[in-house]
């Protein structure tokens, strides 16, 4: 499985381009209807952005670590 496929990154790429509209924008471009506008808000996509990418680094990771100890089972055995 590549990297890509991984969810994580999308979330990451879509709560991005949201964080640069903010900044292009301005953060009442952004804001949830009913919302106050955040000055923050920009700030706050770009860090879940990160949370986003970490996790899908973990993820991927973890990924390849459970493959590879799925193939060192399956390997047979040299006496």
């Known amino acids: 499985m590549g990297w890509w496929k991984n969810t994580y990154f999308w979330i990451a790429v879509v709560l991005v381009a949201i964080g640069t509209i903010g900044l292009a924008r301005g953060n009442a471009s952004i804001v949830d209807p009913g919302q106050a506008p955040d000055p923050k808000l920009t700030l706050y996509y770009f860090v879940a952005a990160a949370i986003m990418v970490i ?4 993820s991927h990771k973890q990924y390849l670590r459970d493959k590879a100890a799925k193939a060192s089972k399956s390997a047979p055995k040299e006496e």
Do not use: K, L, Q, S
């Open 55 to 58: 996790n899908g680094i973990m």
